[in-house]
């Protein structure tokens, strides 16, 4: 039996636009984003293992070394959530 909680991880992150427009001006930088799921341990972990789960769903645990003081943004919810924890440390109350 796994151990942890099912959790989707999205990462979302700017493409390269191609294309230039008309005028000459660069287009947009568009979002893609990519999500996967994987059992995360979430009890009993830290807020640095915490970060290093969600980069290991994406193989980006090797790349990237989240510190007290330092890391990626990114934001938590869950399905019934009030709020959406958002790093480093702030709480929006969802409508």
Known sequence: MLSGH???VTLVYP???TAVTARGKAAAVKKS?????DT?????????QFVEAIL???G????FSPGVHSGPSFKVWWNGARYVYISPGFKLKLT
């Open 33 to 37: 984003k990519i999500t996967k799921m």
């Open 40 to 48: 995360v341990v979430i009890e009993g972990i830290s807020r640095v």
């Open 6 to 8: 099912l959790c989707n």
């Open 60 to 63: 980006l645990s090797e790349k």
């Open 15 to 17: 493409t390269t636009p």
């Open 56 to 58: 290991m769903v994406h």
